[in-house]
């Protein structure tokens, strides 16, 4: 029977070489033939944050998020809101300062004792070089439990993971970005391309 840790159990370790953060199978004892396949992944309402569409960048409300600062930006053209020009999408959120991104999501799209793959692009904007770059810092939860949290990214936009099962919730799970700026300025964080993997049921399992 599956062990619940708060609201979502979480088997994680940090693989730096690969930027990302993943479920660890070596913690379970699964028996054989106990994995089944998961379902669609779930919903996020513009993982590409790409309305209200820019030509530049826009502080404000960003459509299918409730945020608090922040706003869109594209590459090219605007130096202040762009990393190295390899954005993996046309559009995406920039996180200036103090800004927290999130989304209630449907909890039917989630499968009690699923694993699931959150992956998401970030960089740090290119500024001019009287600025220097100017990296914020960056933190993802899921239900208020902590997914991820790195403290400075390069102007290179690099994709992110990170793995958790799903356990049963009394309302809709929530996704949360947040920048705290600890250095405080105008330090920004770009954020793009947001989706989820399904990937394996394992009943009956029990910590290794």
């Not at 396949?37 to 530049?56: K, M």
């Not at 300025?185 to 009956?204: M, P, Q, W, Y």
Request: aromatic share 10%; charged share 15%; glycine share 10%.
């Amino acid at each position: 029977m599956l062990c619940e840790v708060a609201r979502l159990l979480l088997l994680c370790e940090v693989a730096r070489a690969a930027n990302t953060v993943e479920a660890n199978p070596s913690s379970w004892a699964c028996p054989a033939g106990s994995f089944q396949a998961a379902g669609d992944p779930p919903t996020i309402a513009h993982p590409n944050f790409d309305s209200p569409a820019t030509g530049g960048y826009q502080y404000g409300t960003i459509d299918g998020w409730t945020n608090s600062g922040g706003g869109v930006a594209v590459p090219g053209g605007v130096v202040d809101f762009h990393g190295d020009g390899n954005a993996p999408t046309h559009q995406y959120a920039f996180m200036q300062g103090v800004v927290e991104i999130k989304q209630t999501l449907t909890e039917s799209d989630f499968q009690e004792g699923s694993l699931y793959e959150l992956k998401f692009w970030a960089a740090t904007r290119s500024a001019p070089s009287e600025w220097g770059t100017q990296p914020n810092d960056l933190h993802v939860t899921v239900d208020a439990v902590s997914l991820f949290s790195q403290s400075s990214f390069t102007v290179g936009w690099t994709q992110f993971s990170v793995s958790f099962v799903f356990t049963a919730l009394d309302t809709g799970p929530v996704l949360k970005f947040k920048a705290t700026c600890p250095n405080g300025g105008d330090r920004t964080t770009l954020v793009g391309a947001v989706s989820f993997i399904s990937s394996k049921v394992c009943k009956d399992c029990t910590p290794g």
